[in-house]
């Protein structure tokens, strides 16, 4: 997939400590509609929802916690977050350490 220029997705660190503090990203969406903020584990698989609702065009900050979806804390292990928007996608590696 190639990236889309306008899109942007900031994290604070590329790894993180979630029981110290939340990871913290800044998102850039260029264009109203269906934004999503999604983590999935290496084998694809979605651990936790942050944001999936209509948003204007704007900057944006979103946390995780280091909680998957049902509020259990994931293990130490290398994460996608994953921004998807009308204007495309875009992925980020993450590192949770503890």
Do not use: C, H
């Not at 704007?58 to 009308?86: E, H, S």
Request: charged letters at 20%; proline letters at 5%; zero cysteines.
């Amino acid at each position: 997939m190639t990236p889309t220029p306008n899109l942007s997705l900031v994290l604070d660190d590329n790894f993180f400590n979630p029981r110290t503090k939340p990871l913290g990203m800044d998102v850039k969406v260029d264009s109203a509609g269906e934004v999503k903020v999604m983590v999935f584990n290496m084998a694809g698989e979605q651990v936790v929802k942050l944001l999936d609702q209509n948003e204007g065009a704007g900057n944006y900050r979103v946390f995780w916690d280091g909680r998957n979806q049902n509020g259990a804390m994931v293990g130490n292990a290398l994460y996608l977050v994953v921004i998807t928007q009308p204007s495309g996608k875009l992925i980020q590696k993450v590192i949770v350490l503890k």
